[in-house]
Every structure is written in C-alpha cells, then in structure tokens.
Nanobody, 122 residues
Framework: QLVESGGGMVQPGASLRLSCAWS????????MGWFRQGPGGVREGVAC????????YYADSVKGRFTIARDNAKNTLYLEMNSLRPEDTGLYYC?????????????????WGQGTQVTVSS
C-alpha cells in the first residue's frame, strides 16, 4: 500500500513537501517515483529514484526546483517542491516498480497510491 500526503493549495513561489508512506511489501527494493496528472489529463513522470538511492531522474520542468528522496528505514518517499508555479498544479501520485524505473514512465510502474492534490494559484 502506498499513501500520499502533503498536498494543498499554495501561491506561486511557495514550497510543499509531499510524502508517500508504504507498507505491506518490501518496498525498499522497488524503484519509486512521483507522477502528476494535470488538468489536461496527461500523466507525466516528475521525479524517480532507484531503490538503492544511487540514481534519480527529474523532468526538465522541475529540475533545480524539486528534490526526490527516500528513507527506507522510515518506509517513506518524499518530494520537496520549491518555487512552485501554476503549471505544477495537478494530482500527484506515488508509484513503485520492480523494473529499472529511471525512465520514469508511468507504463513501467505497477503499484500506485491514490494521489494528493497540489494547486498553485494566486
């Protein structure tokens, strides 16, 4: 089970930290990622991380602003989001895969949380 939290409504330029708590499996051996689905309905990979934390991927649109991290001891995945923009608005999902996940493609991820809404608006 993957459970996201930390979403909300903020103004442009603000920060948020999303969390994804996992349970029920040995998720620490899975590559994990954050995906978002914007108002247009397309789901894109935002940031992904290897199970061993030795590799990350970021979408060009979030590089330098977002940071993905995981704490396997605490069974939690994080997404630190800074300098938020209106185009970051969307439903953010945590996901996991047994495959190599650094292409950060949603079709390669097998397990999904329910999502947490992030709205950036003035």
């Amino acid at each position: 089970q993957l459970v996201e939290s930390g979403g909300g409504m903020v103004q442009p330029g603000a920060s948020l930290r999303l969390s994804c708590a996992w349970s029920g499996r040995e998720w620490d051996i899975y590559d994990m990622g954050w995906f978002r689905q914007g108002p247009g309905g397309v789901r894109e990979g935002v940031a992904c991380i290897r199970s061993t934390e030795d590799g990350t991927y970021y979408a060009d649109s979030v590089k330098g602003r977002f940071t993905i991290a995981r704490d396997n001891a605490k069974n939690t995945l994080y997404l630190e989001m800074n300098s938020l923009r209106p185009e970051d608005t969307g439903l953010y999902y945590c996901a996991a895969t047994v495959l190599w996940g650094l292409r950060c493609k949603d079709t390669e991820y097998d397990y999904w949380g329910q999502g947490t809404q992030v709205t950036v608006s003035s």
